[in-house]
């Protein structure tokens, strides 16, 4: 409702999100953080210095990683969840096949308006 109101009364607004692992969700999360700030610097064109998140982005992957190596549990579970995003990635990317004939309808759809 907020974005809603900003959209039809200024000042400009923004929302973005950013997909954090739910078991990941708890922790401070550097990696969240400087995704969110790269992509706003992209949108504004604003530095955001997102860069200096780096070694902290890097410890935290390295807490996570250790603290998931050290239970059997979460080790299957990200496994899992992992082989689950994998398996709706490859369902979601065209064919080369697909891909080219998507070519060629918008070749020559741009042949067509000329």
């Not at 700030?37 to 070694?55: C, D, K, S």
């Not at 969840?81 to 709706?88: N, V």
Request: aromatic content about 4%; cysteine-free; charged content about 25%.
């Amino acid at each position: 409702m907020l974005q809603a109101s900003l959209d039809r009364t200024g000042p400009p607004a923004i929302a973005m999100r950013v997909g954090v692992p739910h078991y990941a969700m708890n922790d401070h999360n550097p990696k969240s953080m400087m995704a969110l700030l790269r992509h706003l610097e992209h949108v504004t064109g604003v530095a955001t210095m997102h860069g200096q998140l780096a070694a902290q982005v890097t410890q935290w992957e390295e807490r996570l990683n250790a603290a998931v190596a050290e239970d059997a549990d979460a080790r299957a579970y990200v496994s899992q969840l992992e082989a689950r995003y994998d398996s709706q990635t490859e369902r979601q990317v065209s064919s080369g096949e697909d891909l080219a004939a998507e070519l060629e309808r918008f070749l020559r759809d741009q042949r067509d308006d000329s």
